[in-house]
């Protein structure tokens, strides 16, 4: 049965006190107009991520895949032949297995299962389809190698991860490999055409992203590619016999109508969508839920999902 759940009602809550620390943080590093460099974003990110401390109790094993690395994140208690293979955010320029591991390590306790993160390539060093390689590879190892079935895989990503996950699931079934049980969407960025209402309409709400930095980071990514390529933009692309998604987004993002209307198009495809709209919340605010009650709120929806998934599929 198709789902189209605009969950609304459970997610109004006035914001923390945490969260409103938080927002005043990016705010002060955030410069209107100006684009910072490549590396003063990595930079940016490894300092942003350097508070969340990895618990002890959290096994990490890192290796590679023909090249790739990537690293097995298991937490206690975990179900091992169930995965959550995670492609992190930052606008495909940016991001890693270290400035993401504190936050998949906490999505695989409440999951109750082991999660997979790679570090694909990035840009501008390695444009697309660099990154939607590695995604494919990397299930396809997990698949063949690593001796999971497709019904255990979930893919799940924030911000260009989202999008890079919808873009996986599309890429997987045009080339005839089996699809795995869902896709989860934090913040996707799905329309690297930039052309969502929301980007004007927000852009003085958003205190983590701006329209400039969009523009710039498409760029950078598709590097003279069609914008609206499906696998670059799979807001785009044709939604028919994709498993199951779910979808976390905030009204404080400029990047909001990327998921409206991503979930739209999917449900008019006859896709499996449940679409969560949480109020005041801002971009890939699940990532602080080591800091903020909302990150950990939203955490335990997914989790939910997931194992709502499984049970479905068992």
Known sequence: MNKW????????????????????????????????????????????????QLPKDVK??????NGLPVEWITAPGVETHRVILYLHGGGYICGSIKTHREFVARLSREARTRAFLIDYRLAPENPFPAALD?????????????????????????????????????????IGEPIPAAGICLSPWTDLAVTGESVRTKADIDPFITPEVLHFYSKLYGKGQDSRNPYISPLYGDFRD??????????????????????????????DVTLEVWDEMI??????????????KAITRIAEFIQEIFERKS
């Not at 779910?246 to 009204?251: A, D, K, M, R, W």
């Open 5 to 52: 759940k605009l969950n609304l009602k459970d997610a109004r809550f006035l914001i923390s006190k945490e969260l409103k620390m938080i927002i005043r943080m990016l705010r002060k590093n955030q410069v209107r107009g100006e684009i910072p460099s490549v590396e003063q974003t990595r930079e940016y990110l490894e300092k942003l991520t350097a508070m969340l």
């Open 60 to 65: 990490c094993e890192s290796f590679d895949v």
């Open 134 to 174: 590695d995604a494919v590879k990397s299930y396809k190892w997990l698949v063949s190698e690593g001796g999971i079935e497709p019904k255990n895989v979930v893919i799940a990503g924030e911000s260009a991860g989202g999008g890079l996950t919808l873009a996986t699931l599309m890429k997987l079934r045009d």
């Open 242 to 271: 994709l498993p199951p998604i779910l979808i976390q987004v905030g009204t404080s993002e400029v990047i909001l109508d990327d998921s409206t209307r991503m979930a739209e198009r999917a449900r008019a495809a006859g896709m």
């Open 283 to 296: 971009h890939a605010w699940q990532l602080f839920a080591a800091l903020i009650p909302e990150g950990r």
